[in-house]
């Protein structure tokens, strides 16, 4: 009896010994299996990825950290150098040609942000209601966009110099009889209307899917409820597109303060330097021997871009905006 107790025990151990190992072989395999399959990347995204990788280090990357270095140098662009710590900085912050760059740009950035948000959006308003013709007014809206912002400079400023003071002189309309790019209190107000002009079309397209992506059944409870067209514009349709606001704003701003190509051809940041902006006068000082210098300005303007950035991925996060 006890030897037959013991042989039961014996063989039931071993069953289950038996049975446990192919189990946790089978657990180890699947695992291994899967490490490989997590570990394991795609040779193609490394074809596309190693080459673009090479290609921005090399193109931006290296240039920007480069001129970062060279802003602590007296160095005028080639040739040697030497290192003198934070004195193009010192001296940025002291030139008045500088601070009325960042004035100008800065002004220039929200005024024009405000023209062109509120003309967008009222343009939205109206291509998505029940107007004729609406689908051929969008495509006449946007082409704007695909015009080169020079070729839009010298047409405006051609129009600005002969144009509309010929029409001023007709009407008699003293203030405009000669042209306000060579007034220096005037001028950035045909930059302002050329920078819109261009820049609404991109704003309105976002609009215009922000506006389309509000249901129907929202305006027409609110219509039977007695509200009216401004009723519905202040209470449905802007809180309902505040995402799509903000991230207009944000991104036109930015965009705004990097004005260099119509402000060139419109008044090449005359007159005198009353429409100089910061990226014009960087480049300038490209040219004109002041490497180290622009370059630590090219850096302050760098971080309050990046600051902007910032501002902008923490202000659009959660925006379900496109």
């Not at 699947?30 to 596309?48: E, H």
């Not at 090479?54 to 160095?75: K, R």
């Not at 509309?164 to 009889?177: I, N, R």
Request: aromatic share 10%; proline share 4%.
């Amino acid at each position: 009896m006890a030897t037959t107790t013991t042989e039961s025990v014996t063989t039931a151990g071993s069953r289950r010994r038996g049975g446990a190992a192919p189990r946790l072989q089978s657990g180890r395999r699947s695992g291994a299996g899967l490490r490989t399959k997590r570990s394991r990347t795609d040779p193609l995204f490394l074809v596309f990825l190693i080459p673009t990788l090479l290609l921005f280090t090399l193109a931006i990357t290296l240039p920007a950290v480069m001129g970062i270095v060279l802003s602590f140098t007296d160095s005028v662009g080639f040739g040697d150098f030497r290192f003198i710590g934070l004195t193009n900085y010192v001296a940025v912050f002291s030139d008045p040609a500088i601070l009325q760059a960042y004035l100008f740009t800065i002004g220039f950035s929200l005024v024009t942000v405000l023209v062109v948000n509120a003309v967008a959006f009222l343009l939205a308003i109206a291509l998505t209601s029940k107007v004729r013709g609406k689908i051929t007014l969008r495509a006449v809206f946007v082409l704007p966009m695909v015009i080169s912002g020079i070729v839009i400079a010298y047409v405006f400023s051609f129009l600005f110099a002969n144009s509309l003071p010929a029409l001023a002189t007709t009407l008699g309309f003293a203030p405009l009889e000669q042209s306000i790019l060579a007034n220096p209190d005037l001028a950035w107000i045909a930059i302002v209307v050329v920078t819109a002009w261009q820049a609404i079309p991109s704003t309105l397209l976002i609009y215009i899917a922000g506006v389309l992506s509000i249901p129907a059944e929202v305006y027409e409870a609110s219509a039977l409820d007695g509200a009216s067209a401004w009723r519905q514009l202040v209470s449905i349709t802007a809180p309902l597109t505040a995402g799509y606001i903000l991230i207009n704003l944000v991104i036109g701003f930015k965009n705004f303060l990097n004005s260099y190509d119509i402000i060139v051809g419109l008044t090449d940041g005359g007159p005198g330097t009353s429409t100089t902006s910061v990226a014009m006068s960087i480049f300038k000082g490209f040219n004109g021997g002041d490497y180290a210098y622009q370059m630590a300005n090219a850096t302050i303007f760098f971080v309050i871009a990046v600051v902007i950035a910032v501002i902008q991925l923490r202000a659009t996060r959660g925006k379900a905006a496109l």
